[in-house]
């Protein structure tokens, strides 16, 4: 596999620069990555840098904490897509999970899901499974699968722990196997990322894209 096909080239530092992103987005044409990650103040100057590559441009929304209103995540999807995002990496709303307030959980999911479908992208939602207890995944996978997003991701990579091979197994175990995985969150050498493909990972998210794929 060449590996550069599952990477999401990613920068969501909050000291980014537009030399930083035109930085990545060149990176991500030359070695052919899936996709760039970028803040949602910079999904402009990547569209336009990337315009007429096959590079997908991605976001996120509701980032990192995942504990705006529904309403404000779902126009932040809106403005994300109008603005030429191809993908949103949306985090679910961890208080509402740790409370088990599971119909807000799922409203708040359907919501961005429909959102994003509506305009014909794709919707990745990000759990933060470092933060989450085995019961609490589960019961999100089955919300995921409900709803029919389209990837689930491991983590955001600024809270708790990122992406380990056993969460990746374990959301396989339980999603839909039409929803893919991408696992995210620390993952910064080739023998990682072959793991976490091998667990059922189908996307890495990763500041270290080159680094990766330019190293035996």
């Not at 920068?11 to 949602?40: G, H, N």
């Not at 840098?49 to 309403?71: N, R």
């Not at 919707?123 to 919300?143: A, H, P, R, S």
Request: contains cysteine; aromatic residues 6%; negative net charge.
């Amino acid at each position: 596999m060449e590996l550069a096909s599952v990477i999401d080239h990613t920068i969501l530092r909050p000291d980014c620069t537009p030399e930083d992103i035109q930085i990545l987005c060149q990176e991500a044409k030359k070695y052919s990555f899936v996709a760039v990650c970028v803040p949602p103040y910079f999904v402009k100057n990547a569209v336009r840098i990337l315009d007429e590559s096959t590079v997908k441009v991605a976001t996120v929304v509701g980032f990192p904490m995942g504990y705006a209103c529904t309403p404000a995540k779902v126009e932040e999807v809106k403005r994300a897509v109008e603005e030429g995002a191809d993908e949103v990496d949306v985090v679910v709303n961890i208080c509402a999970v740790k409370n088990k307030h599971w119909s807000y959980v799922k409203n708040d999911i359907d919501s961005m899901a429909m959102a994003t479908h509506s305009r014909g992208k794709i919707v990745k939602v990000i759990l933060e499974t470092g933060l989450l207890t085995e019961e609490e995944i589960k019961q999100l996978c089955e919300i995921c699968n409900q709803v029919g997003v389209n990837f689930v991701k491991t983590s955001t990579g600024m809270n708790g722990e990122g992406a380990t091979i056993k969460a990746v197994q374990f959301l396989r175990e339980h999603l839909d196997d039409n929803i893919k995985i991408k696992a995210s969150g620390g993952i910064r050498d080739k023998a990682a990322t072959e793991r976490f493909i091998e667990a059922g990972a189908s996307r890495i998210g990763t500041s270290a894209g080159i680094q990766i794929i330019s190293k035996p």
